[in-house]
């Protein structure tokens, strides 16, 4: 459901759901105006960004029994194995083979997510490596807050590495590996979960085919991106514009390995593997993210309100 912008780009990094890095500051720059609205100065977001901060400090001290506390039994997000459970987070949160130096966070805005969930949205920079590799300079990341207990829990978190498309050398999509395995336990089916994954396969149809009306009524009024190139759109009407603009010939596109998580009775998670099939500005395409979907109740119907897409990593990274 959003733009690509193929121009020399990495096959990891050339999939739905993503756009123009042009569009970067335009779009940062609107969400000053758009989320001043969610009373950005009140004790909410000012508990989520301490509560995430503390988070970062426990990974830089390697504290394994912070998160028991700070983890929703609910939580699901994606790390370097694929999608995450609370298990396998706390166990990559905490990994001895991750060194931090220093970390900063900027640009934080919180929306409320109907009742008892919020979203945080912000910039990370980070000083650090882990298994020997340098981690990303500069993010993009999105964490989900439930409330259990009285108190906020983590439910969701992800991030997208802030890169340059145009200056990524192009790389044949067939020898690009396979996406490395979840870490998360397997689930049991889940019936509920059709509802959700046919909008989401509906909203990639209507990207493939820059269906405008269907991707304006399909989601919420209020609603935010952040792709895979680590840009951020803070509004509806910047999203739209973006995923329906010229450039990409998409013959097809799939969601798969698809998993709802249900956060209170009117937010739920998705999360799934998506590819397309096709070329952009004359460059094929077909090559696998790592996508997630926050839905939000509207009346009887289901609404995209957030979303939030990494290049799927390929085995042994």
Same mark, same amino acid.
């Given at each position: 459901?959003?733009?690509?912008?193929?121009?020399?780009?990495?096959?990891?990094?050339?999939?739905?759901?993503?756009? +123009?890095?042009? &569009?970067?500051? /335009? $779009?940062?720059?609107?969400?000053?105006?758009?989320?001043?609205?969610?009373?950005?100065?009140?004790?909410?977001?000012?508990?989520?960004?301490?509560?995430?901060?503390?988070?970062?400090?426990?990974?830089?001290?390697?504290?394994?029994?912070?998160?028991?506390?700070?983890?929703?039994? !609910?939580?699901?997000?994606?790390? &370097?194995?694929?999608?995450?459970?609370?298990?396998? /987070?706390?166990?990559?949160? $905490?990994?001895?083979?991750?060194?931090?130096? &220093?970390?900063?966070?900027?640009?934080?805005?919180?929306?409320?997510?109907?009742?008892?969930?919020?979203?945080?949205?912000?910039?990370?920079?980070?000083?650090?490596? +882990?298994?020997?590799?340098?981690? @990303?300079?500069?993010?993009? %990341?999105?964490?989900?807050?439930?409330?259990?207990?009285?108190?906020?829990?983590?439910?969701?978190? /992800?991030? %997208? /590495?802030?890169?340059? @498309?145009?200056?990524?050398?192009? !790389? @044949?999509?067939?020898?690009?590996?396979?996406?490395?395995?979840?870490? %998360?336990?397997?689930?049991?089916?889940?019936? $509920?979960?059709? *509802?959700?994954?046919?909008?989401?396969?509906?909203?990639?149809?209507?990207?493939?085919?820059?269906?405008?009306?269907?991707?304006?009524?399909?989601?919420?009024?209020?609603?935010?991106?952040?792709?895979?190139?680590?840009?951020?759109?803070?509004?509806?009407? %910047?999203?739209?514009?973006?995923?329906? &603009? *010229?450039?990409?010939?998409?013959?097809?596109?799939?969601?798969?390995?698809?998993?709802?998580?249900?956060?209170? @009775?009117?937010?739920?998670?998705?999360?799934? !593997?998506?590819? =397309?099939?096709?070329?952009?500005?004359? !460059?094929?395409?077909?090559?696998?993210?790592?996508?997630?979907?926050?839905?939000?109740?509207?009346?009887? =119907?289901?609404?995209?309100?957030?979303?939030?897409?990494?290049?799927?990593?390929?085995?042994?990274?």
């Amino acid at each position: 459901m959003a733009k690509i912008n193929y121009l020399a780009i990495t096959a990891a990094a050339a999939l739905a759901h993503t756009v +123009c890095a042009s &569009s970067a500051a /335009a $779009s940062d720059a609107g969400a000053v105006k758009v989320t001043a609205k969610t009373a950005q100065g009140g004790s909410t977001k000012v508990a989520l960004v301490t509560l995430e901060k503390s988070a970062y400090a426990a990974r830089k001290s390697r504290d394994a029994k912070f998160w028991d506390a700070f983890l929703s039994e !609910q939580f699901v997000g994606w790390g &370097s194995s694929g999608r995450l459970d609370k298990a396998s /987070a706390t166990k990559e949160f $905490s990994g001895a083979d991750c060194t931090i130096k &220093s970390y900063a966070l900027s640009d934080e805005w919180v929306r409320a997510l109907g009742k008892g969930a919020a979203l945080l949205t912000y910039k990370i920079t980070v000083d650090g490596a +882990c298994g020997g590799k340098e981690l @990303p300079a500069s993010s993009w %990341a999105a964490s989900v807050f439930v409330r259990d207990g009285g108190k906020w829990k983590g439910a969701f978190h /992800a991030e %997208a /590495a802030v890169v340059d @498309p145009s200056a990524a050398p192009a !790389q @044949p999509a067939e020898k690009k590996k396979a996406p490395a395995r979840d870490a %998360a336990q397997p689930a049991a089916p889940d019936a $509920s979960n059709d *509802a959700m994954l046919a909008l989401e396969k509906t909203l990639w149809e209507a990207w493939r085919t820059h269906d405008g009306k269907k991707l304006e009524d399909l989601t919420a009024k209020e609603m935010s991106f952040i792709n895979i190139f680590g840009t951020y759109f803070a509004t509806k009407a %910047a999203a739209v514009k973006d995923w329906t &603009s *010229a450039g990409c010939d998409v013959r097809s596109v799939s969601v798969t390995k698809a998993k709802r998580r249900m956060l209170t @009775p009117t937010t739920g998670i998705l999360t799934f !593997q998506g590819t =397309a099939d096709g070329s952009c500005y004359g !460059q094929e395409i077909n090559s696998v993210i790592w996508g997630t979907s926050v839905y939000v109740k509207d009346g009887d =119907a289901w609404k995209w309100t957030f979303g939030i897409n990494v290049p799927a990593r390929e085995e042994g990274a």
